[in-house]
């Protein structure tokens, strides 16, 4: 069960949020570049999102392990 829920520490979900839309948000825009450019900028971007993703996914992870603490 989880016992202890700091809320104080919600406000510390923004930054993975955000990085999370950066990412989505550089693969949508780069969808538009491969159209325009080489397809080497728009796959370059694509990576570039994809990593900014799964930085934030973890962490989301790190600071939902330390908002649900189990004490």
Request: charged share 15%.
């Amino acid at each position: 069960m989880i016992n202890k829920i700091n809320f104080e520490k919600l406000s510390y979900l923004l930054l993975p949020v955000f990085l999370i839309l950066g990412g989505v948000r550089t693969i949508i825009n780069s969808e538009f570049k491969m159209w325009s450019n080489t397809l080497a900028v728009g796959v370059q971007a694509q990576l570039g999102g994809l990593l900014v993703i799964i930085i934030g996914l973890v962490f989301l992870i790190i600071i939902l392990k330390d908002i649900f603490k189990r004490t």
